[in-house]
Every structure is written in structure tokens, then in C-alpha cells.
């Protein structure tokens, strides 16, 4: 199964009682191994979680800490596009030039890159005194 496909599938158990707009993720592990995950919403609404910081959570809680490839999907009219949060996130565990893919449920495909989605990410390098 394709990355969007199995953000596809797990994107339909997505929990959206407030926003009615489901999201999902997938994450390639360098392993090879794929994360899941879902927008988690809460009825104090700034709790709520992104799909992409819950496939992190999931890649992270196995062990595993660098990505290889990420797809997002949701019923938006044109390719969902991560928030300013979730590409930090995403950013943190994958180089620049990680392939992502952006979809809709309806077939529309977006190929863009980690580092396209954050240009000029803050990283550790900015922490290292000369
Ligand atoms: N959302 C995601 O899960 N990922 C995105 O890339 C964009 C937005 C969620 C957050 C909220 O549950 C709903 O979509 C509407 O903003």
C-alpha cells in the first residue's frame, strides 16, 4: 500500500466532533516501517491535535526517530497543507529533502519536500555558540 494510501485508511478514524474535517498521516520510518496518524480534536479546541503531530508521536513512541517520507490527506479541494506547528514537527525528524505528498481524497496530488514547506527551519545549528 502506497504512503497515501494508508494515510488514506487511517484517515477515516480521524475524531473531528467540532470541525467535521478529517486528516490523515503517514510517516516512513528509515526502517521502513509506517506511522499513523490522526487529527484528534477536544471541546476546549486549542488541545486538539494535528493528524501529522500524532503520526510523529506514533514514529517516536515505537523507537524510531528519522523520517523517510510523509503523505497528508483530507477532503479539501486542493492538497492539504500542513500547518506552521506540524511542519516544526516534522521538520525535527527529517531532512530537508524528505519527499511529502499532499492529497485529496479525491485524487489531487501535491509533491513537495520538507524543506520546501519550511524554508529557513530553526534547527540546532542555531544553538552552537563559536
Ligand atoms: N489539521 C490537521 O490535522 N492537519 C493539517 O495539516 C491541517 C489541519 C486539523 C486540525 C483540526 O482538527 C482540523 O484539521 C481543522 O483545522
Redesign the pocket.
Given at each position: 500500500m502506497s504512503l497515501v494510501e494508508e494515510a488514506r485508511r487511517v484517515r477515516e478514524n480521524a475524531y473531528?466532533p467540532y470541525?467535521n474535517?478529517k486528516?490523515g498521516?503517514a510517516i516512513r520510518g528509515a526502517s521502513g516501517q509506517v506511522y499513523a496518524g490522526v487529527?484528534v480534536?477536544n471541546v476546549a479546541y486549542p488541545e486538539?491535535t494535528?493528524?501529522?503531530a500524532g503520526a510523529v508521536a506514533a514514529m517516536v513512541a515505537a523507537g524510531e526517530t528519522e523520517i523517510a517520507e510523509v503523505a497528508?490527506i483530507?477532503d479539501s479541494p486542493i492538497p492539504?497543507?500542513?500547518?506552521g506547528g506540524?511542519r516544526q514537527k516534522l521538520a525535527e525528524f527529517g531532512a530537508g529533502d524528505v519527499p511529502v505528498t499532499l492529497a485529496t481524497t479525491d485524487g489531487k496530488t501535491l509533491h513537495t519536500t520538507l524543506g520546501e514547506l519550511l524554508p529557513g527551519a530553526f534547527t540546532q545549528e542555531y544553538m552552537e555558540r563559536s
Open positions: 473531528v470541525s474535517f486528516v498521516a487529527n480534536e486538539g494535528c493528524a501529522e497528508v483530507a492539504v497543507s500542513p500547518c506540524c
